[in-house]
């Protein structure tokens, strides 16, 4: 099956600065990658999300880029505020009988103001 | 717009009992996806249905069950209740028969085992 690795656990950033968090994938089948933002006890919320046939995908502060050949994908934030600290998670989904969604194992964004 | 329903939203039971989680997807929605977080935890996929039939499975104990009803309901049984199943549950919906790529998740059902 397929196996997503996240990098960092962990970030801190200053207001204002870019955060940038890091998956690969294993399964070259997959083609479709969805990033979600979860605040405590609540439940994760897509915030964006690209397609195997798509290179980069931006929606206002928040980019998603993919490299096909090296099987990874980021997230990038940029002008980040407070209201992002969050923990986000990357997926994965294959094309398999079920269509599983495999999950990263999250990043703890802090922004400090 | 309609989203999907989880009842109950927090449920607390003994060692050894029994729960049932619901799931009611998004109207028209003909996948449901369960999954298990534990504190700190990213989401674990348990099992998931599409057309009332089971499609997937993952990391789903024996000890636990589900089904996709008629009307695109899910439920979720869970026996023999230990500590460690203490967690949130969602469920998500997706319209895949529709190509819709975007899984829909629930608020959660919190369960706590004492």
């Known amino acids: 099956g397929e196996n997503v690795e996240q990098h960092p656990s962990t970030l801190s950033v200053q207001e204002g600065d870019s955060a940038v968090i890091k998956c690969t994938y294993s399964?070259?089948?997959?083609?479709?990658f969805p990033w979600y933002k979860q605040e405590l006890g609540k439940r994760p919320q897509l915030i964006i999300d690209?397609?195997?046939?798509?290179g980069e995908k931006k929606d206002q502060r928040i980019a998603v880029t993919l490299n096909k050949t090296a099987k990874h994908f980021s997230l990038h934030i940029t002008e980040t505020q407070p209201e992002d600290s969050a923990v986000y998670f990357c997926?994965?989904?294959?094309?398999?009988?079920?269509?599983?969604?495999?999950f990263g194992t999250g990043t703890s964004l802090t922004v400090i103001p | 717009a309609a989203g999907v329903i989880q009842s109950p939203r927090h449920l607390i039971k003994e060692k050894r009992e029994t729960a049932t989680l619901k799931c009611y997807p998004i109207?028209?929605?003909?996948?449901v996806y369960w999954y298990q977080q534990g504190p700190g935890q990213d989401p674990q996929f348990l099992i998931s249905?599409?057309?009332?039939?089971?499609?997937d499975k993952g990391s789903i104990p024996d000890r636990f069950s589900a089904q996709q009803f008629s009307d695109y309901h899910s439920e979720l049984n869970m026996s023999s209740l230990e500590l460690g199943d203490s967690a949130l549950y969602f469920c998500?919906?997706?319209?895949?028969?529709?190509?819709?790529?975007?899984?829909?998740f629930g608020p959660g059902t919190r369960l706590t085992v004492l």
């Open positions: 399964d070259s089948a997959s083609n479709y």
């Open positions: 997926a994965a989904r294959g094309r398999g009988t079920g269509n599983q969604f495999y």
């Open positions: 109207p028209r929605h003909d996948t």
């Open positions: 249905f599409y057309e009332k039939m089971q499609s």
């Open positions: 690209i397609r195997s046939n798509v």
């Open positions: 998500a919906s997706r319209n895949r028969g529709q190509g819709g790529d975007e899984q829909f």
